[in-house]
């Protein structure tokens, strides 16, 4: 074995240095670490938007760090912080915004608190019975502000509404509140949005608000009129029952109708002022276009006539009794009942026009050929009057001799019940003027002849009766007679003079007894001939 190792075997080469200079990849993690970090905190900075004060009554549901602010349920701020005010009736909400909701942040941009809410109106607020409360805000107008109050309700018109705003006016607001539904032909197109007492003191304004389209339809006589969902009403038509929406009939409502005189370009812009009626009937008495004012005196009771009853032309309405008074003549002591009525010409078309010609002129040529008002029942259920225009020629103008009213007075006549009942008038009148105590004498007088003379032929009957029960007695005994006539006939000799002669009387005798028993006979059958005479043949 050998043992000797060559020492050239075991030489290491001299090492090759480099010199060139390498990036550390131990770093590069830390590196990328940090650019993320620094990115973030770029992203997370620049999203910051400016922060934000809110005042609120309380601070129920709201929680920091979890309450969140969107617009249209979109995440544009959290809630940061919540502190009560110096004063102690308030507390103060910190947010901070994001930077995209920066021009939001107007004088006039609302905050309210969206909790989950049941009313007549629907429900609303659902979702945050599992995500909690959230703030809503509805961006506004004016310059930049960072410190707001919040409402206690939210606000009725949303903020992606489209359509205008109009005010009503009316004397009673009822059960009408923000948020009462309006309906246009059973749709609702609106709502209310507020109310207040007007300047005078003297009416309620309520701001409405109507959705595009149907605001179109908003225009110059458009009515407008409180909707109570089920309105029940007896006039002269008799009973009339309407029916609303069922929202309606919940919490009240209004309703509107679109005028047919009016034109697409009769449109009335935005916080227009219309009257709010209170029923559909007061909305349907406004006439549009020229009115012609009549005063009209009724002879005898009104009743059953009251201020909004119908004018009627042959049946077809062309006005309406505007009022009714009582008047009392302290001179002549005499009561009279002036009806003031409204009546509209337009209602009747007119044809072959005059342009020189008014209405009033119109009206004066028919009162001349025969035009009169007549009150009439308009519905036998109610007992309703109404006022019926037509022609009566034969009836001359009678007017009343001191008119008190500004107005001009249309002739009248009697109604057809009074009529009948001065007719009726007359003839009792006639017959208390007849004698009817000397009449009652004279038919007793005549009464007690009838009777004397009726006896008296009771009499005469009952001596005829007797009479002929005589007669046919007699009859008898002339048969017996002629009987033995016979036989001294038969023992005479035939052909002699004596039996001739005996022959020739007893066939007289025979015709006169058989007359006699005709006679009897009839006179027996017919009594009453003694008293009244043979009836003719």
Known sequence: MNDFIDPDAYQAEEPVIDKKTRFPLVWLLPLIALFVSGWLIYKSVAAKGPTITISFPNADGLEVDKTKIKFLNVEVGKVTDITISDDLQTIQVSAQMHSEAERYLKEQTSFWVVRPQVGLGGVSGLGTLLSGPYIEVKPGDGGDQTHFVGLVAPPLLKTNAEGRQFVLETNNLGSLHAGTPISFHGISVGEVLSHELSTAADAIKLKVFINKPYDQFVRKNTRFWMDSGVDLSASADGFKVRTGPLISLLSGGIAFRTSVYDKAGDVQPENSEFTLYDNYEQSEEVFSGDTLKYVMYFNGSVRGLTEGAPVQLRGIPIGKVSHIKLELDEKTAE??????VELQPNRIE?????????????????????????????????????????????????????NSSIYPEFPT???????FTHSAQTIMDKIAKLPLEELTEETTKTMQTLQTTSKAATDTLVGA?????????????????????????????????????????LQEFSQTASSVKQLADYLQQHPDTLIRGKKAD
């Open 413 to 419: 006549i009697p109604s057809s019940l009074d009529q």
């Open 465 to 505: 009766k007797d009479t002929l029960s005589g007669v046919k007695e007699t009859l008898v005994n002339a048969d017996k007679t002629i009987a033995a006539a016979h036989q001294l006939l038969n023992s005479l000799e035939p052909g002699s003079t004596t039996h001739y002669e005996l022959d020739r009387l």
């Open 335 to 340: 009561i009279r009942i002036p009806v003031t």
């Open 350 to 402: 007119a044809v072959n026009n005059l342009p020189d010609i008014s209405h009033k002129d119109i009206m004066e040529e028919l009162v001349k050929k025969g035009l009169r008002a007549q009150l009439q029942t308009g519905s036998l259920l109610t007992g309703q009057l109404l006022i019926d225009l037509d022609f009566h020629p034969k009836n001359k103008i009678s007017l009343t001799s001191n």
